[in-house]
């Protein structure tokens, strides 16, 4: 979704290096999530905000820290690398309103983050 | 227990027809079960949700069915065509607004 963007698309890093990953949104969305993609381990929940002064931990944030720095911004950085962080990492937005209908969450492009 | 359990992980269908993927939970307090649909290089979209008090609900040739007895739910996939060729997978919303997803299903639909 052109709306929900991510830079960089693809990074190769080397182990021990900091490297972050941004997000940004235009959709007016109150709430951000990070989450990584795995072959056979599906999307898994790294961290996720309801608004700019909210930050809550996923299923598996150890090695990852985030900043929200505005609304239509977040970010996730891994501060000293590791290849088992190699991944697909997706950043997505959903709105607030609507409940308790479904939220949809919007997805960006991705970014292929590559650990050697 | 937050999770979801899909399966098949892969699935090869001929064109026209049928596809189907399988989702299994326990924890009670899901309240709401999208399917999002994965082309290669692109990010998961909603393809469809249903809530855990309707049994079936369907857009064009894509089905849910929900048990929510045997605590089950399955997309079913009519008249396959080649561009549904993606990856899918089922989730559970909890917690207001967080979303646990299965592992995912690779669909290839030959002609």
């Known amino acids: 979704d052109a709306d929900v963007t991510q830079t960089p698309r693809n990074r190769i890093t080397k182990t021990g290096k900091r490297i972050m990953l941004e997000c940004s949104q235009t959709?007016?969305?109150?709430?951000m999530y990070w989450y990584r993609q795995d072959p056979g381990l599906g999307l898994r929940l790294i961290y996720y905000?309801?608004?700019?002064?909210?930050?809550n931990k996923g299923e598996i944030s150890d090695g990852y820290s985030v900043s929200r720095q505005a609304q239509a911004k977040f970010s996730l950085s891994l501060e000293s690398a590791i290849p088992n962080q190699t991944a697909l990492y997706f950043c997505?937005?959903?709105?607030?309103?609507?409940?308790?209908?479904?939220?949809?969450?919007?997805f960006g492009p991705g970014t292929r983050l590559t650990v050697l | 227990q937050q999770q979801v359990k899909q399966s098949p992980q892969s699935l090869i269908v001929q064109k026209g027809g049928i596809s189907i993927i399988n989702c299994a939970y326990e924890?009670?307090?899901?309240?709401?079960f999208p399917w999002y649909q994965q082309f290669p290089g692109k990010g998961p979209a909603l393809l469809i949700a249903?809530?855990?008090?309707?049994s079936e609900k369907k857009e064009g040739r894509f089905t849910i069915s929900f048990n929510k007895s045997a605590k089950q739910f399955s997309l079913h996939i009519m008249d396959s065509q080649p561009g549904d060729s993606a990856t899918y997978f089922c989730?559970?919303?909890?917690?207001?607004?967080?979303?646990?997803f299965g592992t995912g299903t690779k669909l290839q639909v030959i002609p």
């Open positions: 905000s309801f608004d700019v002064k909210d930050i």
């Open positions: 249903i809530r855990p008090d309707v």
């Open positions: 997505a937005t959903s709105d607030r309103q609507g409940i308790p209908d479904y939220n949809e969450q919007f």
């Open positions: 924890n009670t307090a899901f309240d709401y």
């Open positions: 959709k007016g969305h109150d709430r």
């Open positions: 989730a559970a919303r909890w917690g207001y607004q967080k979303v646990t």
